[in-house]
């Protein structure tokens, strides 16, 4: 189990208990969270999970693959460094109390 923070473009932010291996976008769709749309269920088809993670954290993350990075190019916002496909990365202990920025726009 995880606390992960999603803060919406807007500043707007909630805080959910994320299942152990429980993706970061399924959390998100799971507790209607606007700024997460996950059009492909998780398959890294879409990029329409797009998000930025806390660049303090990103050590604590497993890094992207080559197929992640790929679809990350398609993401309609901006691809910054901290940017990830939040159906990449599962919840664990080790992510507790992570924050994640949703861009303005997936599409
Ligand atoms: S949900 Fe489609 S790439 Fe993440």
């Given at each position: ?85 939040s159906c990449q990365i599962k919840a664990s202990p080790a992510l507790d109390g992570l924050v994640v920025h949703l861009p303005e726009t997936q599409g």
């Open positions: 189990m995880a606390k992960i923070t999603y803060v919406e473009h807007n500043g707007h932010a909630t805080t959910v208990d994320v299942p152990d291996g429980w993706s970061l976008m399924q959390a998100a769709v799971t507790n209607a969270i606007p700024g997460i749309v996950g059009e492909c269920g998780g398959s890294r088809a879409c990029a329409t999970c797009h998000c930025y993670i806390d660049e303090a954290r990103l050590g604590d993350l497993p890094a992207p693959e080559e197929g992640e990075l790929a679809m990350l190019d398609m993401a309609a916002a901006e691809v910054r460094p901290a940017s990830r496909l």
